[in-house]
């Protein structure tokens, strides 16, 4: 599939592969034509001749392998890219299923590893066409001039590349096994990473050192384990080919004494069967490559095969215009209100499609909305969300319908931005560990209030953060979503006080409807 989506680079390849092999086979029949019809029959003005096509075959050679250069490390951005792009693409697609499917430093390590083992699999392509076609030339070439020795390199190259065949299935075995380390490996360092500040105040920083020493001491045995096995086939890789080389020699040399070959023929059957070593370790360099793409691409084949836990549904309902209702059972937060509920990250999730429900968005069951919209419309803040790494002002541009400015008005973090050497030009931390918790999480705020949505759900968005700062973002935010729906999740009191409803309805889901009136329970309006 890599390989036919640019069917125009992968044929320059195999031209490029070819021209780039051909000529050094070829040249020591050539040698040894000259030898034969100019040097040994005494005609020393035809050695001009060969003496250009030696000098063409080599301008070919040149030309043909600056393209194989380029065509093969092409083909390796290709076939990388195209991995990756299909590992992020469907990862994406994914959303908060993955986590639950698969862990974090498996992820890592096909974006980190396996993407580049198909990579290397893609590049072989130009080299392994330009082995196997100067293989057949030469063969063809060497049976034709002298059966014998032409049968000879001819049944015994294959031979030897079948020899090398039992080593590729422990190497495969062997590889799968460091990829399995390494998953294993980077999954404990991400947690790790993550937990560092915990585990600091915990004093469990040497536990962890010493669990993560052990498991990287596995990685470390499983690549000794596949470097043994590629030394053994390293040396398979000439060893096989070169025994075939010297059986042909010394065949050689017996029909040459015998008058059955000339000296030519000698020296050309000489180059060409030292020349198929070449073909021999090119088809083990594109072995050992395929033997890891093979591996590689199991794994991102399973992430692939992953489903969205909610399917597009068959016959998408489209949401009313304007703000829309939540509800859920007894749980109701009316449009264009400011809902304020107990915190439950199980009800945020379900009400904002994140979790199977029964749920009605604008009185539409949440199941039966196309996914684009209901994630253009409907955001979900968690309290644990993350900041990626980058400067301040395009993270927290995530939208345009809010200025940042604004957002981060609302969010009370402009004392976050003043404190930054750079402003909003200051690049932040992987996952925003350069800011404290409390910056983070105002900062997370900001970034959503730029979307602007239909409908926000926070789930406590301000439990780091003193009560003064607090009261400002509740009083910001309830006058920049005015009209708008709402819904937060939070014990804090100055929340409640600010809340148009507390979205628990006393006989059912009343307000499922964009337009349901507030219920009895809902509480002072500001």
Do not use: C
């Not at 065509?71 to 590992?87: D, L, N, P």
């Not at 499917?101 to 392994?128: L, P």
């Amino acid at each position: 599939m890599v390989l036919t989506a640019r069917p125009g680079l992968t044929l320059t390849a195999a031209i490029a592969g070819a021209g780039a092999m051909l000529p050094t086979a070829v040249m020591p029949l050539v040698v040894g034509a000259a030898i034969d019809t100019s040097i040994a029959a005494g005609e020393p003005a035809d050695l001009a001749g060969w003496i250009g096509l030696v000098l063409g075959l080599a301008i070919v050679q040149a030309v043909a392998s600056g393209v194989l250069n380029w065509a093969s490390h092409t083909m390796w951005i290709h076939g990388a890219v195209s991995a990756e792009r299909a590992v992020v693409g469907h990862a994406a697609h994914l959303g908060a299923t993955l986590p639950k499917r698969m862990a974090t430093g498996e992820v890592v390590a096909m974006g980190s590893e396996d993407v580049y083992d198909i990579g290397n699999a893609v590049e072989t392509f130009g080299r392994t066409i330009g082995a196997l076609t100067s293989f057949a030339v030469v063969a063809v070439v060497l049976v034709t001039i002298t059966p014998v020795l032409g049968t000879v390199a001819l049944v015994g190259v294959p031979l030897a590349v079948l020899g090398i065949g039992p080593l590729l299935r422990p190497l495969h075995r062997r590889k799968e096994a460091q990829r399995e380390r390494f998953s294993e490996v980077t999954a404990m360092g991400a947690d790790i990473v993550a937990g560092l500040r915990i585990l600091r105040g915990v004093g469990g920083e040497r536990q962890h050192l010493r669990r993560f020493t052990v498991v990287n001491d596995r990685v470390r045995d499983a690549g000794v384990a596949v470097g043994r096995t590629e030394s053994w086939l390293a040396a398979a890789e000439i060893a096989l080919p070169g025994l075939i080389t010297v059986i042909v020699t010394w065949l050689g040399a017996r029909l040459a004494l015998d008058g059955a070959i000339s000296p030519g023929d000698l020296i050309a059957f000489y180059g060409a069967s030292a020349f198929l070593v070449v073909p021999v370790r090119t088809a083990t360099e594109a072995a050992d490559a395929a033997s890891a793409a093979r591996v590689a691409a199991g794994r991102v084949d399973r992430l692939l095969r992953l489903a969205p836990e909610f399917d597009q549904p068959a016959q998408p309902m489209p949401l009313p215009e304007g703000p829309l209702s939540l509800a859920e059972g007894d749980v109701v937060a009316p449009a264009g209100r400011l809902t304020v509920l107990p915190p439950d990250r199980a009800l945020a999730q379900r009400l904002t499609g994140y979790a199977d429900s029964d749920a009605l968005i604008g009185g539409v069951p949440i199941r039966d909305v196309d996914r684009a919209e209901l994630r253009r419309r409907v955001m979900l803040v968690l309290g644990d969300d993350h900041l990626f790494a980058g400067r301040v002002g395009e993270e927290l541009a995530a939208g345009d319908a809010v200025s940042v400015a604004d957002a981060i008005a609302a969010a009370d973090a402009s004392d976050v931005i003043d404190a930054l050497p750079e402003g909003y030009d200051a690049v932040l931390s992987e996952r925003g560990r350069s800011v404290s918790g409390g910056q983070r999480q105002r900062l997370l705020l900001a970034r959503a209030l730029t979307l602007d949505p239909d409908v926000l759900v926070l789930e406590e968005p301000t439990s780091a953060v003193d009560a003064h700062t607090e009261a400002r973002i509740v009083e910001r935010i309830a006058a920049l979503r005015q009209g708008q729906t709402t819904v937060v999740l939070t014990s804090s009191p100055l929340w409640r006080v600010a809340a148009d409803a507390h979205g628990v309805a006393p006989h059912g889901p009343a307000a499922s409807s964009r337009d349901a009136p507030a219920t009895a329970q809902e509480g002072a309006a500001r």
